[in-house]
């Protein structure tokens, strides 16, 4: 099964698309089971590999990267609408 979602880190909540993954489509991550698009994912933007809690941190290359500003489903798109970065 080829994968079409990249896990960078295992501390990571998220993963970045490979390819346009449309809502319903099963998403395939490079680590961890297969799941379905909760929507549509652009190619190169982030999908939720778990659910995150508004105000929960987003974690990206084993990092907080941002805090989510609403519940986001797994995989649900992460990108600037419900992703809120904030500055030390």
């Given at each position: ?16 698309a ?18 379905r ?6 190619y ?12 929960g ?31 030390e």
């Open positions: 099964m080829l994968h079409n979602v990249v896990h960078i880190s295992p501390e990571d909540n998220v993963g970045v490979l390819v346009n993954i449309a809502k319903g489509e099963e998403i395939r991550p490079s680590s961890g089971p297969a799941f698009a909760a929507e549509d994912i652009p190169s933007h982030k999908v939720a590999l778990e659910d995150i809690r508004a105000g941190p987003v974690r990206k290359y084993g990092e907080e990267i941002g805090y989510a500003r609403t519940d986001i489903l797994k995989g649900g798109w992460v990108h600037t609408h419900n992703l809120e970065i904030r500055e």
